[in-house]
């Protein structure tokens, strides 16, 4: 039985999770464990989860919008490609050991963070983005496969995400996070439609938590654009290290 402390964690988890997820990734894995710490199965967390980040993305990417920062309409293009993923994602059955899911995943974020760091600064204001031709095809066919795995768990895939638009399509990090919110949003619509016609969502939490992530995520896609890529940058080596640290060790 949910006593009324348990509401208000359930904001405060989700405040950061948006947050988090909306400057860098990975929040699912707070906010996943606490949802099951309330007392769901793990299926009807993942799909409760769900509810939330909808609703996170949207005012995410209204925030980046009312900053003039939209990418309009490459983030389209990306989140039909993976909205196709997500409904094949979201009904696979994969059965997989949590450990060692656990640990390739902490490897490939700890592989993003060393990419960030140590390789050599594009002049990205001296380059264009590249985001038609052949690199919109690689684009659609990368986010697609993207699609599969945040329909199937989610957890993670920002910054993989985050990785790509960066590097491939030399977007700079505050227009990456505004494409990627916007494409979460759409892939996530339908991946939440097959949890819910399997009935494994809890709407009264689900929404519950949507009231924090929301508001963290309106906050980080305004206070993101302000303080610029610097401030992405920092932020996305510090959440990432904290999480690989997490999956690798508990």
Known sequence: MMEWYHYVLLVAVGFAVGFINTVAGGGSLLSLP?????GLPPAVANGTNRVAIVIQT????AGFKSKGVSTFPFNL???????LGAILGAWIAIDINGETFNRILAMVMLAV???IVF??????EDMEERLT????????IVFFFFGIYGGFINAGLGFLMIFFMHYVNRMNLVRVNATKVAVVFIYMLSALAVFALNDKVNWKLGLILAIGN?????VASRYSVK???GFIKTFLVVVVIAMAIKLWFF
């Open 214 to 218: 929301g508001s963290g995520a309106w």
């Open 34 to 38: 606490t949802l099951i710490f309330l």
């Open 133 to 140: 031709g052949k690199y919109l095809w690689l684009s659609l």
């Open 58 to 61: 949207a005012l995410a990417t």
């Open 77 to 83: 293009y990306l989140g039909i490609a993976a909205f």
């Open 113 to 115: 963070v060393l990419i």
């Open 227 to 229: 303080k610029g890529d």
């Open 119 to 124: 390789k050599p600064k594009m002049r990205l």
